[in-house]
T-cell receptor
Framework: GENVEQHPSTLSVQEGDSAVIKCTYS??????FPWYKQELGKGPQLIIDIRSNVGEKKDQRIAVTLNKTAKHFSLHITETQPEDSAVYFC?????????????FGKGTKLSVIP | DAGVIQSPRHEVTEMGQEVTLRCKPISGHNSLFWYRQTMMRGLELLIYFNNNVPIDDSGMPEDRFSAKMPNASFSTLKIQPSEPRDSAVYFC???????????FGPGTRLTVL
């Protein structure tokens, strides 16, 4: 199956600074990499995703970069705001033996200090 | 548009009791996933369905766990008998297609005493 490693597990930044979260994956066949944000007491919500045919994708203050050779991808949040405080999860798919499933990283708890 | 609906939101039960968690996926979505979230193990896929058919249940921890999807708008996850180590938040997610974006419900927080 897929093995997804996510770092760091916790991250504190000052409001207005940038935050970067990194993930590595093991299955070289993986071609879809979503990032989810989970606020307290809620389910994870997709915030951005990238497919393997591009190296970078941006959506306002959020960007994701992908390095397929090194099998790692990163989430970049610029101009952080207090409402960005949450747990962020990366994920990568595993396709094998007739199955398809997302494997999630262990999560990064981001705290934005006003 | 209503998102994924899960019930109950909180469940407290005693060891040995049967627990049934319920999920209503987003209308029109063909795939449904059950996840369990704990501090130790993170977010784990238990089982998923495509067009109401179970595809992969290799994540179901034990025979005490079972899941059904009798129709496109309803699924259940049952634990019988429940044990304290089953305490976790259980999420249901649905997607338009198997490889599409997964939309998560609010989760059911299960506590087994």
């Amino acid at each position: 199956g897929e093995n997804v490693e996510q770092h760091p597990s916790t991250l504190s930044v000052q409001e207005g600074d940038s935050a970067v979260i990194k993930c590595t994956y093991s299955d070289s066949a993986s071609n879809y990499f979503p990032w989810y944000k989970q606020e307290l007491g809620k389910g994870p919500q997709l915030i951005i995703d990238i497919r393997s045919n591009v190296g970078e994708k941006k959506d306002q203050r959020i960007a994701v970069t992908l390095n397929k050779t090194a099998k790692h991808f990163s989430l970049h949040i610029t101009e952080t705001q207090p409402e960005d405080s949450a747990v962020y999860f990366c994920a990568a798919p595993y396709s094998g033996a007739g199955s398809y499933q997302l494997t999630f990283g262990k999560g990064t708890k981001l705290s934005v200090i006003p | 548009d209503a998102g994924v609906i899960q019930s109950p939101r909180h469940e407290v039960t005693e060891m040995g009791q049967e627990v049934t968690l319920r999920c209503k996926p987003i209308s029109g979505h063909n795939s449904l996933f059950w996840y369990r979230q704990t501090m130790m193990r993170g977010l784990e896929l238990l089982i998923y369905f495509n067009n109401n058919v179970p595809i992969d249940d290799s994540g179901m921890p034990e025979d005490r766990f079972s899941a059904k999807m009798p129709n496109a708008s309803f699924s259940t996850l049952k634990i019988q008998p429940s044990e304290p180590r089953d305490s976790a938040v259980y999420f249901c997610a649905s997607s338009l297609a198997l490889r599409g974006e997964q939309f998560f419900g609010p989760g059911t927080r299960l506590t087994v005493l």
